[in-house]
Nanobody, 128 residues
């Protein structure tokens, strides 16, 4: 059973930075792409960022491009989301996710339905 555990959320001011971590267990972490999603109050869950199993390819939502960076350390079975220049509209519960199927090194799933495993989420609050 795949388990994903997020950490690193907190309360920050606009312009600050945070780094979220997601520790994975239960299968060969390095064989699968990973993604981050978020859900703000009263909003639907949305894609934030994802990267290939090798980490060589990444994709970002337009709203975070240039401010957020996704990365992974396959030796530590961990994926990260570095969030810089945070804005109040970035406030949300952030979820780490993993697909149930493997992908080639060029494919990055970005749709919610492409992910089968989810963490419990970590809250990010950004004050103006």
């Amino acid at each position: 059973q795949v388990q994903l555990v997020e950490s690193g959320g907190g309360v920050v001011q606009a312009g600050d930075s945070l780094r979220l971590s997601c520790a994975a267990s239960g299968r060969t972490f390095s064989s699968y792409p990973m993604g981050w999603f978020r859900q703000g109050p009263g909003k639907e869950r949305e894609f934030v960022a994802a990267l290939s199993w090798s980490g060589s390819r990444t994709n970002y939502a337009d709203s975070v491009k240039g401010r957020f960076t996704i990365s992974r350390d396959n030796a530590k079975n961990t994926v990260y989301l570095q969030m810089d220049s945070l804005k109040p509209e970035d406030a949300a519960v952030y979820y780490c996710a993993a697909p149930g199927s493997s992908y080639n090194s060029y494919s990055i799933p970005m749709k919610i339905y492409e992910y089968d495993y989810w963490g419990q989420g970590t809250q990010v609050t950004v004050s103006s």
